[in-house]
């Protein structure tokens, strides 16, 4: 079983629509966690971080449910900007090490 | 300020030949990750440097691979004989601290190797 597991999509969607993208992890002693965005043909970069209490950054809500192990990324009011693949990266706090799942692609069409 | 600058973007070289990837990481970063990237597997780190220290190398495929990192501000990833399975986008990355959050990635290399 992998680590982090994210379903690869593509998720298809209008501009405006919400989406949600949702990722499991295997290991319950994972204490940080994290959204990377990835465009085509370029490098992940931090999109945001993900609290236990959730958190909002503009249009993107992330969520954790530590009980459950798994982590949630919204987007509302999607733009054709927001088209990449979202990477789930979790991270042992003793741990410099990051674990990426393997992405969903987002597909936003006009 | 410039981030992790790679070099070259692109290699395409022929199965046997050596390969020889670079990085320098962001200024003042003290920790410096060299990730591959395929399909198959998805984002992997191969190797984790901590002031100019390997730290952690279980992630390099085999004894064809290899990382230096000379002084604090250049790094190399080497494959030596470069075989066709080899051919991903490699990534370098660097952080202020090893326990930071934050790691910055590099353009990337996209090796092909024929």
């Known amino acids: 079983r992998k680590e982090v597991e994210q379903d690869p999509g593509p998720f298809n969607v209008p501009e405006g629509a919400t989406v949600a993208f949702n990722c499991t992890y295997s290991?319950?002693?994972?204490?940080?966690f994290f959204w990377y965005r990835q465009d085509c043909r370029k490098e992940p970069k931090l999109l945001m971080s993900v609290y236990s209490s959730g958190n909002e950054d503009g249009r993107f809500t992330a969520q954790l449910n530590r009980a459950s192990q798994y982590i949630s990324l919204l987007i509302r009011d999607s733009k054709l900007s927001d088209s990449a693949t979202y990477l789930c990266?979790?991270?042992?706090?003793?741990?410099?090490?990051?674990?990426f799942g393997s992405g969903t692609r987002l597909l936003v069409r006009p | 300020d410039a981030g992790v600058i790679q070099s070259p973007r692109h290699e395409v070289t022929e199965m046997g030949q050596e390969v020889t990837l670079r990085c320098k990481p962001i200024?003042?970063?003290?920790?410096l990750f060299w990730y591959r990237q395929t399909m198959m597997r998805g984002l992997e780190l191969l190797i984790y440097?901590?002031?100019?220290?390997?730290?952690?190398d279980s992630g390099m495929p085999e004894d064809r691979f290899s990382a230096k990192m000379p002084n604090a501000s250049f790094s190399t990833l080497k494959i030596q004989p470069s075989e066709p399975r080899d051919s991903a986008v490699y990534f370098c990355?660097?952080?202020?601290?090893?326990?930071?959050?934050?790691?910055?990635f590099g353009p990337g290399t996209r090796l092909t190797v024929l």
């Open positions: 990355a660097s952080s202020l601290y090893r326990a930071t959050d934050t790691q910055y």
């Open positions: 440097f901590n002031n100019n220290v390997p730290i952690d």
């Open positions: 200024s003042g970063h003290n920790s």
């Open positions: 290991n319950s002693a994972s204490q940080s």
């Open positions: 990266v979790v991270k042992m706090d003793s741990s410099y090490k990051l674990i």
